[in-house]
DNA sequence: ACTCCTCATGGAAACGATTCCATCATAGAT
DNA sequence: ATCTATGATGGAATCGTTTCCATGAGGAGT
């Protein structure tokens, strides 16, 4: 007995080991074909026996699909990408496919990289949340991949199917929220990458009759640093403003740190209402008024699109909710 | 020309477009061997025309290793896993090797059908926060699988190459901590599976001569629900005592949570420390004292450490850091 | 009893890459 | 001029699986 340990069993040893050829194992072992009782009851006793598992490598050499997703996501450690990706993992686990997981940084280079791996491992579906504008993706489609992205759409790309978020409604109903409490002063704290945010932000303003202050809207980069200082920049030169909306949570923490660092009392003397509702947005003080975003429900939704790569399907659109808590109070 | 779109080129459709075997076009794209200048132009100028990317099935099939490292975390919405993924990630992007991923929810069933799925792939490199006991691990190390643990080690399993916490310093500079402010009555917030720090917990305790109340420590599972219900209990039930220390940032948030909705002051009425130092431990009200814990280093060192699997290598301990807020007080 | 049909079965080809090995050409040495 | 050493090159085997196809056996229908 050999086979503990030095090589996997392969379908010849269990072949070898019931004395039957391997096309029959082949066929007892993956259901498909047709076996005697007796045969069947013989294959199965030495694939147990050997301990048998079935080398994905092979079988998808063969049946060249690959099944695996790929998963690619600007940081695993923000939070909402954190819960996407669970959600990807929920429905992917649940149909037993693997997931290979890549992180960009937000940094279009990088994810050529990620994409070209993606391709080499014969990977064939794969959720992205895009960086940059997303110039990166022919060849994925020359590929012929399966792509699905989630969280933003790519300008380019409208018929590639997306899971997103309602982001004109969030936005318009946290800015009308504000300006509902007086805010006129409102600025818009965004990340790089949030154009169509930028963009419902400038026309729910615009719906109100409040003109647009372009020195109001500031963009920062995917980093903690980054949204700091763009925060704190904001908040030092621009100190008329009286509400300020925060693109997502990073943003939204940078936001709070930055009004205490500087003195600025939420919510008397500034109204912070940020996208993403997070566990410690309650435990902030004062707690965070939030638009939430169904992160996970978004990676879920995903990796039903990809895996169910048969119907075109088109873009889903995801709602948002306001959650009003207590960082937002009348203008002064 | 019928390159653009219907099938990936293979290296036979490179070899024809160049005029030369196989065996050449392998030889140059891989750098191995020798071939003439010539040639080697020929080949490369097919390739790039043919977009050809080598299929890592093929490769790997003959070359009978994978490549490629598995990572199975509990939570990947806890952001302590989330940046040891980070971690893990940053280390094997830059080694160009991809990443499978999965959750296991702590729950050992799980665990063992994806240790199944990762040796199916072929995987050869796994790193994992092992759930339970650890007791699924058995078909991965007879199937040859390198394995590295992290955060916690398992019991016996000590041999295995593991990158773990100093939970006994980091507890004990917590304990001394609270000891030094006038603290008797500690609690200890646990989630099942920190068997290591509960024990550390009593030696502290021990060393510094206080009685171990063994109803002052609780546990809880990893999810949100269960750590809010063991904060509540802990804080209604036993409310002789002055301070707890949570064993982790989930632990930490149900602690400060349960705390407010309870109607305790922290620090006033009960003293808050909790292991991680967590971006919204800042925004808290008032700012978390916490013992930080180097997650992201623990999955770059595991990553490497998994990825040098030729030394024997032994346990690495990371050391944590008190890092001392505003949620401890005095005894009252 | 002969034919036909169905079912069980195993051999062999294919998937795409690497790599061993044999072949061939050319340059250098005698 | 002949022999040898070296480098370039391609054919073919191999990895583990699935699947096509041929074969053989056995039952049913005439």
Not at 77 to 97: H, W
Not at 120 to 129: L, N
Not at 218 to 229: E, G, I, K, N, Q
Not at 277 to 293: F, G, K, R, Y
């Amino acid at each position: 007995m050999r086979s503990d340990g030095q090589r996997r069993a392969t379908i010849k040893d269990v072949a070898e080991a019931a004395e039957v050829g391997v096309a029959t194992v082949s066929r007892v072992l993956s259901g498909t074909g047709s076996a005697s009782p007796a045969t069947r009851e013989k294959v199965l006793a030495a694939a147990a026996r050997l301990d048998y598992r079935p080398s994905a490598l092979g079988r998808n050499l063969r049946r060249q699909r690959t099944g695996g997703i790929g998963l690619l996501v600007p940081d695993i450690t923000d939070i909402f990408y954190g819960r996407l990706a669970d959600g990807v993992l929920a429905c992917a686990q649940s149909a037993g496919e693997p997931v290979m997981i890549g992180t960009t940084g937000d940094d279009p280079e990088r994810e050529a990289e990620l994409i070209g791996t993606l391709i080499e491992e014969s990977v064939e579906r794969v959720i992205a949340v895009p960086s940059g504008d997303g110039e990166m993706w022919g060849p994925a489609f020359r590929a012929g991949l399966g792509v699905v992205f989630a969280e933003r759409p790519v300008p380019g790309r409208e018929n590639v199917p997306a899971v997103v978020t309602d982001d004109r409604t969030g936005v318009r109903t946290a800015v009308e929220y504000l300006a509902g409490l007086g805010h006129r002063r409102i600025a818009f704290l965004a990340r790089h990458g949030q154009a169509q945010r930028v963009r419902a932000f400038r026309e729910a303003l615009a719906a109100l009759g409040v003109p647009v202050d372009e020195e109001l809207i500031v963009h920062a980069h995917a980093t903690r640093d980054s949204a700091y200082a763009a925060a704190a920049g904001l908040l030092q030169h621009r100190s008329d403003l009286t509400a300020v909306l925060a693109g997502g949570n990073v943003l939204g923490e940078a936001a709070v740190l930055a009004a205490r660092e500087l003195d600025f009392r939420v919510p008397r003397d500034v109204s912070l209402i940020m996208f993403d509702d997070v566990p410690w947005a309650e435990l902030c003080h004062p707690p965070l008024t939030v638009i939430s975003q169904p992160a996970q429900d978004m990676g879920y939704r995903a990796a039903e699109l990809v895996l169910r790569e048969g119907r075109r399907s088109r873009t889903v659109t995801l709602p948002t909710e306001l959650i009003v808590r207590g960082s937002c109070g009348p203008r002064r």
